[in-house]
Protein backbone atom coordinates (compact mmCIF):
# COMPACT_ATOMS: atom_id res chain seq x y z
CA UNK A 1 0.00 0.00 0.00
CA UNK A 2 2.60 2.43 0.96
CA UNK A 3 4.87 1.54 -2.58
CA UNK A 4 1.73 2.58 -4.74
CA UNK A 5 0.94 5.72 -2.54
CA UNK A 6 4.48 6.77 -3.12
CA UNK A 7 3.91 6.06 -7.15
CA UNK A 8 0.66 7.90 -7.03
CA UNK A 9 2.29 10.89 -5.39
CA UNK A 10 4.66 11.49 -8.93
CA UNK A 11 1.20 11.78 -10.12
CA UNK A 12 -0.04 14.30 -7.75
CA UNK A 13 0.14 18.13 -7.77
CA UNK A 14 3.82 19.03 -9.50
CA UNK A 15 5.84 22.26 -10.34
CA UNK A 16 9.39 23.25 -10.44
CA UNK A 17 10.59 24.36 -7.39
CA UNK A 18 14.25 25.72 -6.72
CA UNK A 19 16.35 23.84 -3.77
CA UNK A 20 15.68 26.91 -1.96
CA UNK A 21 12.30 25.73 -0.86
CA UNK A 22 13.75 23.00 1.53
CA UNK A 23 14.76 25.96 3.72
CA UNK A 24 12.43 25.41 6.14
CA UNK A 25 11.19 22.06 8.31
CA UNK A 26 8.38 22.63 9.08
CA UNK A 27 7.04 24.66 6.33
CA UNK A 28 6.78 28.93 6.54
CA UNK A 29 4.79 31.15 7.01
CA UNK A 30 2.82 29.08 10.11
CA UNK A 31 -0.79 30.14 10.92
CA UNK A 32 -1.91 30.91 14.08
CA UNK A 33 -5.24 29.83 14.56
CA UNK A 34 -6.35 33.28 15.21
CA UNK A 35 -6.13 34.96 11.44
CA UNK A 36 -2.77 35.55 11.35
CA UNK A 37 0.66 34.19 9.88
CA UNK A 38 4.36 34.11 11.33
CA UNK A 39 7.45 33.90 9.25
CA UNK A 40 11.05 34.07 9.25
CA UNK A 41 13.05 36.75 7.23
CA UNK A 42 16.91 36.02 7.60
CA UNK A 43 17.12 37.36 10.74
CA UNK A 44 13.11 38.64 11.42
CA UNK A 45 10.44 37.29 12.83
CA UNK A 46 7.33 38.52 11.11
CA UNK A 47 3.93 38.54 11.94
CA UNK A 48 1.62 39.19 8.11
CA UNK A 49 -2.07 38.92 7.88
CA UNK A 50 -3.56 36.94 5.22
CA UNK A 51 -2.53 39.59 2.23
CA UNK A 52 1.18 38.79 3.47
CA UNK A 53 1.32 42.46 4.98
CA UNK A 54 3.58 42.66 7.55
CA UNK A 55 2.24 43.26 11.40
CA UNK A 56 4.87 43.05 13.83
CA UNK A 57 8.56 41.95 13.40
CA UNK A 58 10.45 41.10 16.14
CA UNK A 59 14.60 40.83 15.63
CA UNK A 60 17.27 40.28 17.83
CA UNK A 61 20.69 39.75 15.54
CA UNK A 62 22.51 39.14 18.87
CA UNK A 63 20.89 35.21 18.54
CA UNK A 64 21.57 34.77 15.07
CA UNK A 65 18.96 33.50 12.51
CA UNK A 66 15.84 31.92 13.84
CA UNK A 67 15.35 28.20 13.11
CA UNK A 68 12.01 27.58 14.02
CA UNK A 69 8.85 28.88 15.06
CA UNK A 70 5.79 26.87 17.57
CA UNK A 71 2.54 29.21 17.21
CA UNK A 72 0.41 26.41 18.77
CA UNK A 73 -0.24 29.08 21.60
CA UNK A 74 -1.06 31.82 19.98
CA UNK A 75 -0.46 34.13 23.01
CA UNK A 76 3.13 32.75 23.42
CA UNK A 77 4.95 32.27 19.93
CA UNK A 78 7.98 29.67 20.84
CA UNK A 79 11.00 30.81 19.11
CA UNK A 80 14.09 28.94 18.46
CA UNK A 81 17.57 29.74 17.82
CA UNK A 82 19.65 26.64 16.89
CA UNK A 83 22.74 28.50 16.63
CA UNK A 84 22.60 29.82 19.73
CA UNK A 85 20.86 27.51 21.93
CA UNK A 86 18.45 30.46 22.88
CA UNK A 87 14.82 30.45 23.08
CA UNK A 88 12.40 33.10 23.07
CA UNK A 89 8.99 33.43 23.77
CA UNK A 90 6.96 36.36 21.90
CA UNK A 91 3.43 37.71 22.91
CA UNK A 92 0.48 38.05 19.39
CA UNK A 93 2.30 41.33 19.36
CA UNK A 94 5.52 39.52 18.40
CA UNK A 95 7.03 41.14 21.81
CA UNK A 96 9.49 39.54 23.43
CA UNK A 97 7.62 37.84 26.96
CA UNK A 98 10.83 37.91 29.79
CA UNK A 99 13.97 37.62 28.25
CA UNK A 100 15.88 34.75 25.80
CA UNK A 101 16.41 31.31 27.82
CA UNK A 102 19.87 30.13 26.64
CA UNK A 103 19.04 26.15 26.79
CA UNK A 104 22.94 25.82 27.40
CA UNK A 105 22.38 26.42 31.17
CA UNK A 106 20.77 23.11 30.75
CA UNK A 107 23.77 21.57 30.69
CA UNK A 108 22.19 18.99 28.57
CA UNK A 109 24.89 19.17 25.43
CA UNK A 110 23.34 20.03 22.25
CA UNK A 111 19.57 20.69 21.49
CA UNK A 112 18.65 20.45 18.12
CA UNK A 113 14.80 20.65 18.43
CA UNK A 114 12.38 22.40 20.11
CA UNK A 115 8.63 22.71 20.43
CA UNK A 116 5.46 23.11 22.82
CA UNK A 117 3.95 20.50 23.98
CA UNK A 118 -0.63 19.89 24.62
CA UNK A 119 1.26 18.77 28.49
CA UNK A 120 2.19 22.34 28.81
CA UNK A 121 5.65 23.11 28.71
CA UNK A 122 7.83 21.98 25.35
CA UNK A 123 10.21 19.13 24.05
CA UNK A 124 13.95 19.24 23.07
CA UNK A 125 15.67 16.79 21.32
CA UNK A 126 18.59 16.12 22.83
CA UNK A 127 21.78 15.14 19.60
CA UNK A 128 23.88 12.80 21.82
CA UNK A 129 21.50 10.79 23.55
CA UNK A 130 18.70 10.86 20.86
CA UNK A 131 16.28 11.83 23.30
CA UNK A 132 13.18 13.81 23.68
CA UNK A 133 12.70 15.39 26.75
CA UNK A 134 9.80 17.71 28.55
CA UNK A 135 10.27 20.86 30.46
CA UNK A 136 7.51 22.94 32.61
CA UNK A 137 6.92 26.51 31.27
CA UNK A 138 9.76 27.66 33.89
CA UNK A 139 12.34 25.64 32.16
CA UNK A 140 12.49 22.55 35.00
CA UNK A 141 12.41 19.03 33.63
CA UNK A 142 9.06 17.36 34.31
CA UNK A 143 10.63 13.47 34.19
CA UNK A 144 8.91 12.84 31.17
CA UNK A 145 11.42 11.24 28.53
CA UNK A 146 11.57 9.27 25.70
CA UNK A 147 14.63 7.60 23.39
CA UNK A 148 13.77 8.38 19.51
CA UNK A 149 16.39 5.63 18.03
CA UNK A 150 18.01 3.64 20.54
CA UNK A 151 21.22 3.24 21.03
CA UNK A 152 22.16 5.71 17.35
CA UNK A 153 23.99 8.66 18.71
CA UNK A 154 24.10 11.84 16.75
CA UNK A 155 20.60 10.95 15.26
CA UNK A 156 19.68 13.48 12.75
CA UNK A 157 16.56 14.87 13.38
CA UNK A 158 15.30 17.05 10.82
CA UNK A 159 11.83 18.60 12.36
CA UNK A 160 9.87 17.66 15.82
CA UNK A 161 6.67 18.78 15.72
CA UNK A 162 3.28 18.40 18.43
CA UNK A 163 0.18 18.15 16.41
CA UNK A 164 -2.98 17.50 17.87
CA UNK A 165 -1.72 15.34 20.30
CA UNK A 166 0.83 13.38 18.40
CA UNK A 167 4.73 14.40 18.22
CA UNK A 168 5.98 13.94 14.71
CA UNK A 169 9.99 13.68 14.27
CA UNK A 170 11.57 13.94 10.64
CA UNK A 171 14.34 10.87 10.55
CA UNK A 172 16.63 12.12 8.02
CA UNK A 173 14.43 13.39 5.23
CA UNK A 174 13.19 9.48 4.53
CA UNK A 175 11.09 8.28 7.77
CA UNK A 176 8.43 10.21 10.29
CA UNK A 177 8.66 8.67 13.64
CA UNK A 178 5.58 9.11 16.07
CA UNK A 179 4.81 9.29 19.83
CA UNK A 180 1.68 10.38 21.77
CA UNK A 181 1.93 13.36 24.56
CA UNK A 182 3.27 10.26 26.73
CA UNK A 183 6.19 9.17 24.92
CA UNK A 184 4.53 5.93 23.64
CA UNK A 185 6.05 4.78 20.36
CA UNK A 186 3.40 4.60 17.58
CA UNK A 187 4.15 3.17 14.06
CA UNK A 188 6.72 4.99 12.09
CA UNK A 189 5.76 6.24 8.44
CA UNK A 190 8.99 5.08 5.59
CA UNK A 191 8.11 8.37 3.66
CA UNK A 192 10.45 10.20 1.83
CA UNK A 193 9.98 14.15 2.26
CA UNK A 194 11.30 17.23 1.58
CA UNK A 195 9.43 19.56 3.44
CA UNK A 196 6.42 19.29 5.48
CA UNK A 197 3.19 21.30 6.39
CA UNK A 198 0.60 19.63 9.32
CA UNK A 199 -2.51 21.28 8.84
CA UNK A 200 -5.80 19.61 10.78
CA UNK A 201 -6.09 15.98 9.74
CA UNK A 202 -4.32 16.17 6.97
CA UNK A 203 -0.23 16.42 6.14
CA UNK A 204 1.92 18.50 2.71
CA UNK A 205 4.84 17.01 2.18
CA UNK A 206 7.33 17.92 -0.76
CA UNK A 207 9.93 15.52 -2.33
CA UNK A 208 11.89 15.68 -5.36
CA UNK A 209 9.75 18.38 -6.48
CA UNK A 210 6.18 17.25 -6.44
CA UNK A 211 3.79 17.97 -3.69
CA UNK A 212 1.47 15.29 -2.14
CA UNK A 213 -1.34 15.87 0.63
CA UNK A 214 -1.45 12.85 3.29
CA UNK A 215 -3.97 11.96 6.29
CA UNK A 216 -2.76 11.64 9.36
CA UNK A 217 -4.49 8.43 10.50
CA UNK A 218 -3.20 5.86 7.71
CA UNK A 219 -0.83 8.78 6.15
CA UNK A 220 -2.20 7.19 3.02
CA UNK A 221 -2.08 9.28 -0.09
CA UNK A 222 -4.58 12.12 -0.65
CA UNK A 223 -5.67 12.85 -4.60
CA UNK A 224 -5.83 16.45 -4.82
CA UNK A 225 -4.47 17.97 -8.45
CA UNK A 226 -3.30 21.86 -7.84
CA UNK A 227 -1.22 24.00 -9.79
CA UNK A 228 0.86 26.85 -7.30
CA UNK A 229 3.05 29.47 -8.83
CA UNK A 230 4.82 29.52 -5.54
CA UNK A 231 8.26 27.94 -4.42
CA UNK A 232 6.42 26.76 -0.57
CA UNK A 233 4.23 24.21 0.69
CA UNK A 234 0.41 25.24 -0.20
CA UNK A 235 -1.08 26.30 3.31
CA UNK A 236 -5.32 26.68 3.88
CA UNK A 237 -6.17 30.80 4.24
CA UNK A 238 -9.70 31.20 4.88
CA UNK A 239 -10.48 28.21 3.17
CA UNK A 240 -8.85 28.14 0.23
CA UNK A 241 -5.67 26.67 -0.23
CA UNK A 242 -3.04 28.84 -0.97
CA UNK A 243 0.61 29.50 -1.25
CA UNK A 244 3.14 32.05 0.25
CA UNK A 245 5.93 33.99 -2.14
CA UNK A 246 7.33 35.34 0.36
CA UNK A 247 5.46 39.01 -0.36
CA UNK A 248 2.25 37.70 -0.57
CA UNK A 249 -0.28 34.29 -0.75
CA UNK A 250 -1.46 33.43 -4.18
CA UNK A 251 -4.41 31.08 -4.80
CA UNK A 252 -3.18 27.40 -6.06
CA UNK A 253 -5.96 26.51 -8.79
CA UNK A 254 -7.32 22.85 -8.74
CA UNK A 255 -6.97 21.28 -11.90
Not at 85 to 111: H, K, R, Y
Not at 120 to 125: Q, S, T
Amino acid sequence: MRKSAFFLALLCVTASFPVSYLFSQPALPIADGLGAFWNISSSRIQKIDVQGNVLQTYSNISLGAPATIDTSDPFRILVFYKESQQIVTLNSDAAIIGTPFNISELFLGEITQVCRSARGGFWIFQRESSEVIHFDEKFKPTGAKFSVIPNSPNAEIDFMVEHKGTIYLGLSGKKIARYDIYGAEQPSVELPYGSIRFENDFVWICHNKTISKYDLKNFLLIPESLQCSCEFLPITVKQDVMCFDGEKFKLCIKN
